[in-house]
């Protein structure tokens, strides 16, 4: 039995893949951004080991969080599912991009890290000469470019860890919205399969998912400068080192 921790688990994806995860027996604590959604996320997910609340929008709020996952003991894996699409550039930036960073950073290290992508990344670019001057060119194809450089910087400085991206597919959730052609079940399989398969395939590490095959992503995301680069100026930003 593992012990799983998922980032915006109140609804859509993060609460399918709750919702599978304890459905094979594994134990689920779930994230909300406020305590009236996370209520309704108990609700919603009988069976899960408790809810935590932050807003993931606000950097202080993010790094309370990790303090209270911590607080929790050690978890097998994290899903760093949380993400906002419809949204100015500056919330995109800070629930899309620094708060999977300072996450990353300061809760402790699970053997696995399952963070969500996106197929739109393939048209972002990392601008980092943005972070500190102009946020407001930040788009939601540039964050998801900058969670995979996040994931693979993770799987390159942490061996003994896997972190693993995963693109779920254009889906029919609240924020793929309802005329979205993937499939929802495949939207979901993948994370929870990454989270906790004994399956040779799943325990790899700097790799790109799509319905549990390995897919072509952006390779500006293999750039090792580019990687530390991003690493430092999310430091300068949060004052969270990478460990």
């Not at 395939?201 to 319905?211: D, E, I, L, P």
Request: with cysteine; net charge negative.
């Amino acid at each position: 039995m593992a012990r799983i921790f998922i980032t915006g688990s109140a609804d859509g994806l993060g609460q399918l893949a709750a919702i599978a995860l304890i459905t094979q027996g594994h134990q689920v604590v779930l994230h909300a951004r406020n305590e009236k959604r996370g209520q309704e996320a108990l609700e919603k997910v009988p069976g899960a080991e408790s809810v935590l609340t932050a807003d993931l929008g606000n950097i202080d709020d993010t790094k309370q969080l990790a303090s209270k996952v911590n607080a929790l003991g050690k978890f097998d894996a994290v899903i760093h599912n949380a993400g906002v699409y419809r949204a100015s550039p500056e919330e995109i930036f800070t629930v899309n991009t620094l708060a999977p960073y300072i996450l990353t950073c300061l809760i402790q290290t699970p053997k696995r890290l399952i963070y969500l992508s996106s197929g739109m990344h393939l048209q972002g670019c990392s601008k980092l000469e943005s972070f500190t001057t102009e946020i407001s060119r930040i788009t939601y194809s540039d964050s998801k470019l900058h969670v995979l450089m996040l994931c693979k910087a993770a799987a390159r400085k942490w061996p003994q860890a896997y972190a693993n991206a995963v693109d779920p597919g254009w889906v029919p959730t609240k924020m793929g919205g309802q005329g979205a052609p993937d499939d929802l079940q495949k939207g979901y399989e993948t994370q929870v399969w990454l989270a906790v398969s004994n399956d040779e395939k799943a325990k790899v590490s700097g790799r790109y998912f799509h319905h549990q095959k390995e897919s072509l992503y952006n390779p500006e995301a293999d750039d090792v400068l580019s990687q530390d680069r991003f690493l430092s100026l999310c430091e300068e930003i949060t004052g969270v080192s990478f460990p």
